[in-house]
């Protein structure tokens, strides 16, 4: 008998699955190739406001908005918008309850060849001011400006007036520098890691201390660690791409 009942409901079971395989339908091309309406959606760190950017597409103006939402009254506020020609927001991080981090590209040229520029701007939320976060002294010290400027290693969440980045320029290779900059100008930005052979990638650890270099030379490959106890380099492993 219960031998009966069960084969009896695997076919219920196996005739209802072939129901619904059959009622299915493949879902049209454009929901996969369509653009996301709201992206970069993050929480401040103190939860009292929401981030996002907005796709706009209407007769009058297309582009992307950035989004500020209370989360006790769910008041919205209009900070910044791109129409997508000048410069394209692409992406959106909170670097304390101050100020969020805009990543944008846009058009250049150089020397007649057509490039992508990347910067990376700080958003006010309480005035939608929004600036350079790289300052002028800093710029000025560079040999040559990269077309990548924008790499943020470390928002320094118990730090509310600076973040580490990576950038190179300031030597005639590709090195970078990690410089950590004053995002409200009441300090100076400085240098807290100078290049070294080959290195184009910082990581940092969890107190904001840069830990790892990963140098790459033609197709090798090298991780480098300082060590906490006496601040030297060594030379963990190699590798071949």
Same mark, same amino acid.
């Not at 600036?131 to 928002?155: E, G, T």
């Not at 107190?207 to 030379?217: F, H, L, S, Y």
């Given at each position: 008998?219960?031998?009966?009942?069960?084969?009896?409901?695997?076919?219920?079971?196996?005739?209802?699955?072939?129901?619904?395989?059959? !009622?299915? !339908?493949?879902?049209?091309?454009?929901?996969? @190739?369509?653009?996301?309406?709201?992206?970069?959606?993050?929480?401040?760190?103190? &939860?009292?406001?929401?981030?996002?950017?907005?796709?706009?597409?209407?007769?009058?103006?297309? &582009?992307?908005?950035?989004?500020?939402?209370? +989360?006790? *009254?769910?008041?919205?506020?209009?900070?910044?918008? *791109?129409?997508?020609?000048?410069? %394209?927001?692409?992406?959106? !991080?909170?670097?304390?309850? !101050?100020?969020?981090?805009?990543?944008?590209?846009?058009?250049? *040229?150089?020397?007649?060849?057509?490039? +992508?520029?990347?910067?990376?701007?700080?958003?006010?939320?309480?005035?939608?001011?929004?600036?350079?976060?790289?300052?002028?002294?800093?710029?000025?010290?560079?040999?040559?400006? *990269?077309?990548?400027?924008?790499?943020?290693?470390?928002?320094?969440?118990?730090?509310?007036?600076?973040?580490?980045?990576?950038?190179?320029?300031? +030597?005639?290779?590709?090195?970078?520098?990690?410089?950590?900059?004053?995002?409200? &100008?009441?300090?100076?930005?400085?240098?807290?890691?100078? +290049?070294?052979?080959?290195?184009?990638?910082?990581?940092?650890?969890?107190?904001?201390?840069? #830990?790892?270099?990963? @140098?790459?030379?033609?197709? #090798?490959?090298?991780?480098?660690? %300082?060590?906490?106890?006496?601040?030297?380099?060594?030379?963990?492993?190699?590798?071949?791409?």
């Amino acid at each position: 008998m219960y031998k009966k009942l069960l084969l009896v409901a695997v076919l219920c079971c196996s005739t209802a699955f072939s129901t619904f395989s059959l !009622q299915s !339908q493949p879902l049209p091309v454009e929901y996969f @190739a369509s653009l996301p309406d709201v992206s970069s959606v993050s929480l401040s760190p103190d &939860g009292k406001h929401i981030i996002s950017l907005v796709r706009v597409n209407t007769e009058k103006h297309q &582009g992307k908005l950035v989004q500020l939402v209370d +989360t006790v *009254s769910n008041a919205k506020t209009n900070l910044a918008f *791109s129409d997508n020609e000048r410069y %394209k927001i692409r992406h959106l !991080q909170w670097i304390n309850n !101050q100020y969020v981090a805009v990543y944008a590209d846009f058009p250049a *040229s150089r020397f007649g060849t057509p490039v +992508t520029e990347s910067r990376v701007m700080k958003l006010d939320v309480s005035s939608g001011e929004l600036k350079p976060i790289i300052p002028r002294n800093i710029l000025k010290k560079m040999v040559w400006m *990269s077309n990548d400027l924008d790499n943020i290693i470390d928002i320094l969440p118990e730090d509310d007036e600076h973040i580490l980045m990576s950038m190179g320029g300031f +030597t005639t290779g590709g090195e970078e520098s990690v410089i950590r900059i004053s995002l409200n &100008g009441k300090k100076k930005s400085a240098f807290v890691q100078r +290049t070294k052979n080959f290195v184009g990638d910082w990581i940092t650890d969890n107190d904001g201390n840069v #830990r790892v270099g990963i @140098a790459k030379e033609d197709a #090798r490959f090298r991780i480098l660690e %300082k060590r906490s106890d006496t601040g030297k380099w060594r030379d963990l492993w190699e590798f071949d791409a």
